[in-house]
């Protein structure tokens, strides 16, 4: 059987060595599209992983932040017990449940508190005290963010070590702020971190919820995993267990979704010269059976049945396809180079020198699997392109066939 | 003897009303030479045609060795093609892409029979016909009389019980039409292959066996 289809494949090679010039031009047309499709597939991965990139490293992806969350219509807040279950989470390495508050300097400067667990918070937000050292618990000692600590030393005359007062804020049955005064002693200075800690003010967590009467269980648990690629599977987790789950993860799969978009509507356009392709398959075996239609009588007088000749002609579209692919794959990779040698560093003059982070090394992305869909595309249409030209030829009349 | 073929009042009316076939019987014995006389347009290659399975009859029946052939069943009338006949035409019908010895391998390719041995048996047949010379030639470079035996020995290779011969000798002249019906002679001695031959020639036709002459579509006695 192989060896017969050898034989058939042989003769596909001879038949289409007779029309070298039409075989060319219909091998182009079918690489420029799969080039066109890999082309802008893969400047679309490219441009997603650039972005992705960038949000990578500019921000604390193996960080989440679960909240109380809705599933199914019941709501789920976090307590002591879903802490315990939180922390049982596979991949997940730290954790610290935190209330949340907010008070106000005697300057009103508004102060965003995080009452934690001093160890488990030091951990989970991986902290470093750069001047001063870090609160103890059960004390009303506190810790600031980079930022908040300079503000408050410069402007409103806060020592380390020395007690400092800060409002509660509290609202009235009609809505009206009513401060109330406590007083804490900043004991550290965090080192800048570059995210919304470098302005929070922390504390313990006991101070937090004996502030904040009537309140039960924790506002969050910050969570952290081990590298980035966890976090989606433990927010799956988080979200099953009917929390929400946030940080800066979420850019990333926004940027995924929508980059999911772009790529489909880019390929969607570059897919039409692909149809361009099938159809000059088609046109190219309409014409090749219309010739060879004494060949294909002859044929048929000789014993081939219906089944060998349709074989003949959809293993020239297999040929023609498998060419036009592989071409096209070559034609996509010399694109892709291009735009990576040539194309990005004059989009890089163009957009001025802040951009050099974007775009780190390539433009463009071209991945193995890419390729071999490419190919498995070029080689899907030619057959589906054949398989009207292949009934044709095998519907001919074997004598009306011999006479043209 | 035993018979090889018979028609019994064989119809063929084709779309357009003419009836190239009107009622038309014939038996052939095994390894008979028989040739059909007729003038062109007298129904000779509409029969040949039936009898080779490219055409099928509207009426009648055709037997070979004693079992009807069903036209319908599209199957038993490929097997009937491949294993039975052997066509030879006016136009010698050789692929031109094809070297000789290929033309003579392409039936076999349909038959599933491997390279080497289509191979030998190609060039065993193509030495019989004269042409162990010429095997790699293409067909431009062969003469009419040495494509019309390499057409013969292409419609032996698959060792039919009948070669169905279309005006083998129509595009030759004299002297090459003779020695090709002496060659289909000399195989129909040798191979015991039975040979019907249509032709308007009646020197050609005087060398058969037995003529069966043709007119109208009606066998004329």
């Known amino acids: ?404 | 003897m035993t018979t090889l073929l018979s028609l019994e009042g064989v119809m063929r009316v084709y779309q357009n009303g003419v009836k190239a076939l009107d009622g038309v019987s014939v038996n052939m014995e095994r390894g008979e030479l028989v040739s059909i006389l007729g003038k062109s347009g007298s129904g000779k290659s509409t029969l040949l045609h039936i009898l080779g399975g490219l055409d099928r009859p509207d009426g009648g029946m055709v037997s070979f060795e004693g079992r009807e052939l069903n036209f319908r069943n599209r199957d038993e009338i490929i097997m009937h093609r491949r294993k039975r006949v052997g066509f030879i035409f006016q136009q010698f019908n050789l692929l031109p892409s094809m070297t000789a010895i290929e033309n003579v391998e392409y039936p076999l390719i349909f038959r599933g029979v491997p390279r080497s041995d289509r191979h030998s048996r190609a060039r065993v047949l193509l030495e019989q016909v004269g042409l162990s010379g010429r095997i790699e030639h293409y067909p431009k470079e062969l003469s009419g009389g040495e494509q019309q035996r390499v057409a013969i020995a292409r419609a032996l290779v698959s060792d039919p019980l009948i070669v169905l011969a279309d005006e083998p000798t129509g595009n030759l002249d004299s002297a090459t039409s003779a020695g090709i019906v002496s060659l289909m002679r000399e195989i129909n001695r040798e191979r015991g292959v039975s040979f019907f031959i249509a032709t308007h020639d009646r020197d050609l036709a005087a060398r058969a066996d037995r003529i069966c002459t043709i007119a109208d579509g009606r066998m004329v006695a």
């Open chain 1, 1 to 404: 059987m192989s060896a017969m289809l050898l034989d058939h494949l042989t003769l596909a090679i001879r038949r289409l060595k007779t029309r070298k010039v039409r075989v060319l031009l219909t091998v182009l047309g079918i690489a420029i599209g799969i080039a066109a499709v890999l082309g802008t597939v893969s400047l679309g991965e490219g441009i997603r992983m650039q972005a992705v990139e960038t949000i990578r490293a500019s921000s604390d992806l193996t960080l989440i932040e679960a909240t109380p969350g809705n599933l199914d219509g019941t709501s789920y807040l976090i307590t002591p017990s879903s802490v315990e279950h939180i922390r049982s989470v596979p991949y997940v390495t730290a954790s610290s449940a935190i209330l949340k508050d907010s008070y106000a300097s005697q300057h009103q400067t508004y102060l965003p508190v995080i009452g934690a667990d001093d160890e488990e918070i030091s951990k989970v937000l991986d902290l470093r005290v750069e001047t001063g050292r870090m609160y103890t618990s059960g004390s009303a000692e506190a810790v600031l963010g980079a930022d908040l600590g300079e503000y408050l030393r410069r402007y409103e005359g806060m020592q380390i070590g020395s007690p400092f007062p800060v409002m509660v804020r509290e609202y009235d049955d009609e809505g009206r702020p009513r401060d109330r005064e406590i007083a804490i002693t900043p004991v550290g200075i965090l080192s800048p971190r570059d995210d919304r800690y470098d302005s929070a003010l922390i504390l313990d967590r006991e101070l937090v919820a004996a502030e904040k009467s009537g309140q039960q269980g924790f506002d969050a648990v910050l969570i952290r995993t081990g590298d980035h690629l966890e976090v989606a599977e433990v927010a799956g987790d988080l979200r099953e267990l009917g929390f929400s789950a946030g940080g800066a993860f979420e850019q990333i799969e926004a940027v995924n979704r929508f980059m999911d978009v772009v790529i489909l509507i880019f390929a969607i356009f570059a897919g039409v010269s692909l149809v361009v392709g099938g159809l000059m398959i088609a046109n190219t075996m309409m014409i090749s059976v219309y010739e060879q239609t004494r060949e294909i009588g002859i044929s048929m007088a000789l014993g081939a049945a219906e089944g060998d000749v349709m074989r003949m002609v959809l293993l020239e579209c297999l040929l023609l396809g498998i060419m036009g692919g592989v071409a096209g794959i070559a034609a996509s990779l010399a694109f892709s180079s291009v735009l990576n040698v040539v194309g990005r560093p004059l989009l890089l003059s163009r957009l001025g020198g802040e951009f050099s982070g974007l775009f780190g090394d390539s433009l463009s992305v071209i991945t193995p699997p890419m390729l071999i869909a490419g190919l498995g595309i070029a080689i899907v249409l030619s057959l589906l392109s054949g398989i009207y030209p292949a009934y044709r030829a095998a519907r001919l009349d074997p004598i009306e066939a011999m006479r043209s």
